[in-house]
């Protein structure tokens, strides 16, 4: 079973975008702000057409979808979805190609997202240390820091608080735009389905790293071990499965247990 894709991705779009809005020059430096404009415009859409593949309407699915692959191409949750389908049509070198094509457009938004925040962390950064200079030179010059010149100092001060301030969450920020573990758990299962075993376990193994609670991939994953007699990483994904609190199906726990024996 597929699940739905995570929705954090396109939220994150709609909050970078803001930012530029803050520095224009951003768009000198080949910051293709545009990009994201275009995900928010075909948000609706997608939602739509998410909801019915996950219901199995496919046409309804592809009738959605095409209007907004015309605006966006190699739009990464368009692909998956269409991923999804060609899985369900038993296309699974079809699944492959989907997937490619979306995660090469989640690589590209990577690194408009990383240049953007590089640029504002650097335009933050130096706002700061100016503001800072400012109050260092005027305290420099004020004999009696509670006299005339306090309300001039004060609203430095407030400027170098809200200049700390607005870096501070940038450098926080986590990348948003890395591969989903329902893109690696779909690999791995087109790739088991068309006999290549060993990397359709690498392509589970990094869906369970990306997300540790990811049930159908821990059971496929286990599932594949025992199937190739490596009761040794059988067990230890068993037991690593069962330390995330993920549901191993009882039949394959017994399974991997039997053969321990």
């Known amino acids: 079973m597929i699940r739905t894709c995570p929705r954090l991705l396109r939220t994150c779009l709609v909050l970078v975008p803001l930012a530029f809005g803050l520095v224009p020059e951003a768009r000198a430096q080949g910051l293709d702000a545009s990009i994201f404009r275009r995900y928010r415009a075909v948000d609706a859409s997608m939602d739509r057409a998410n909801r019915a593949v996950g219901a199995g309407r496919f046409e309804e699915a592809r009738t959605l979808l095409s209007p907004c692959l015309a605006q966006i191409p190699d739009h ?29 457009s989640l690589a590209s938004l990577d690194r408009i997202y990383r240049d953007q925040v590089a640029h504002l962390k650097a335009q933050a950064e130096a706002e700061e240390q100016a503001a800072k200079s400012n109050l260092e030179a005027v305290n420099s010059r004020v004999s009696d820091p509670i006299g005339c010149a306090w309300p001039l100092l004060l609203a ?16 926080d920020t986590e990348n948003p735009y890395g591969v989903p573990a329902d893109y690696h758990f779909l690999r791995g299962n087109a790739l088991y389905r068309l006999g290549r075993r060993d990397e359709a376990r690498a392509q589970l193994r990094l869906a369970v790293q990306t997300d540790p609670g990811h049930g159908n991939a821990w059971n496929n994953l286990i599932a594949l071990h025992l199937e190739a007699r490596d009761l040794a990483q059988a067990q230890a994904c068993l037991g690593q499965a069962e330390a995330a609190k993920v549901a191993v199906r009882p039949e394959l726990k017994q399974a991997v247990l039997q053969a321990a024996r």
């Open 76 to 104: 990464y949750e368009g692909h998956f979805l269409l991923a999804r389908m060609a899985y369900e049509a038993k296309d699974f070198k079809g699944t492959l190609a989907h997937l490619d094509v979306a995660e090469t």
């Open 156 to 171: 430095l001060r407030n400027e170098v608080d809200i200049r700390a301030a607005r870096r501070g969450p940038l450098h």
